[in-house]
């Protein structure tokens, strides 16, 4: 599958692969993660001010209406980049719960500052014995008067340190792992009760353990019909996965790229390594395992923009076969580079540390084999 771009979404690629060329190369990335904050407001509201943020909401909310397929050029092009910038975060993650289950209210409220670049967002429905199941839910809200009062814990909320406001997922009725009872609060970052302990993560990017300890959030902090949050939190992960495809694709280029390159150049016994057959059949296993994925990315994205059934489905399997194929295009472009190849001075590690956080966010390649299987 090649999807044929419009003339629309071909200036939006072009446009943001100049200014990540101009702005956002390796060193520049580097120097990002390093910094106190960990991320660039700058760069932050560049993508603002091209309109990046508002690109996949709809007209209806004051989006610019490029839904899925917007979101897919974006994630490729910060997949090639390694951005770190908390696009999946807040535009993806929260940007789309609010836009899908908020009320007209919320939408006011909250997705213009979101698409202007004013407030970062963050997801946080991880718990540390939940694994991968959106339903396996300890945190409760109590009802309190004029609102809720929240407890519990959230585990490896990615983009927290960042984030002005979080929507956290809670139990008001039912057992543990009931799909009913599940609601989702927007909670203020800087509420009492709210504490943080951050830390880096393994692709430079910033997480944080999230404890809430009797929280109260007002009623016009539930987002969505109360107890039916989880319909909502599957959708959006359907509408992660497909965004995290997209990255995972994006990063397995510049990794073929970067081995096709080396190998042209460095020469073992004389010769440039890639006139050794062997490494030309490697490098050919890698191509191929990036044509593959890349087919069913645009396949997924596409399944989704246009609401059709099954792509839940198509997203787990999606998400396992792209999976593997990341991982597998990493590993041989890290041998295929030698023991340089993990040194920090080279891009290629730090490709890899990202495609192997991409594999565990929101299900790693078995969780969502498994998960496919059963739908079958």
Request: hydrophobic content about 45%.
């Amino acid at each position: 599958m090649d999807i044929q771009l419009t003339e629309e979404q071909e200036l939006l690629r072009s446009s943001l692969q100049r200014l990540l060329r101009d702005q956002y190369d390796f060193e520049a990335r580097r120097k990002i993660v390093a910094s106190e904050e960990g991320w660039s407001r700058t760069h932050w509201n560049s993508f603002a001010e091209m309109g990046l943020l508002a690109a996949p909401f709809s007209e209806a909310v004051g989006g610019l209406g490029g839904g899925a397929v917007a979101t897919m050029i974006v994630m490729q092009e910060f997949g090639r980049n390694l951005v770190v910038e908390p696009f999946l975060e807040t535009v993806v993650l929260a940007g789309g719960l609010i836009e899908d289950a908020g009320s007209e209210a919320q939408r006011e409220d909250y997705l213009p500052p979101i698409m202007a670049g004013e407030s970062i967002w963050a997801l946080a429905w991880t718990e540390g014995h939940s694994r991968y199941d959106l339903n396996n839910v300890g945190t409760t809200a109590k009802n309190a008067e004029g609102g809720y009062v929240l407890n519990g814990a959230k585990a490896a909320v990615i983009g927290a340190p960042w984030a002005d406001k979080l929507i956290v997922s809670a139990r008001t009725s039912g057992h543990q792992r009931d799909r009913e009872g599940i609601s989702l609060f927007v909670v203020d970052r800087q509420s009492a009760g709210v504490h943080l302990q951050s830390f880096q993560t393994i692709d430079g990017r910033r997480a944080a353990e999230i404890l809430l300890k009797d929280v109260h959030v007002l009623a016009s902090a539930l987002l969505g019909e109360r107890g039916k949050g989880l319909a909502a939190l599957e959708a959006c992960r359907d509408r992660a996965i497909a965004a995290l495809c997209a990255e995972a694709t994006g990063a397995m280029t510049e990794l073929n790229a970067a081995t096709l390159e080396y190998t042209k150049t460095r020469k073992q016994f004389g010769v440039p390594l890639g006139t050794f057959q062997v490494l030309q059949h490697r490098m050919v296993d890698m191509f191929i395992a990036l044509e593959e994925a890349t087919s069913l990315m645009q396949h997924l994205n596409l399944t989704l923009a246009a609401n059709e059934p099954n792509g839940s489905k198509l997203a787990s399997g999606a998400k396992s076969k792209i999976g593997n194929a990341a991982k597998f295009v990493g590993e041989q472009a890290i041998q295929l580079h030698g023991g340089m190849g993990m040194s920090d001075e080279l891009n290629v590690g730090h490709y890899f540390k990202r495609i192997s956080s991409i594999n565990i966010q929101f299900g790693d390649p078995t969780y969502h084999l498994m998960r496919y299987a059963r739908a079958s």
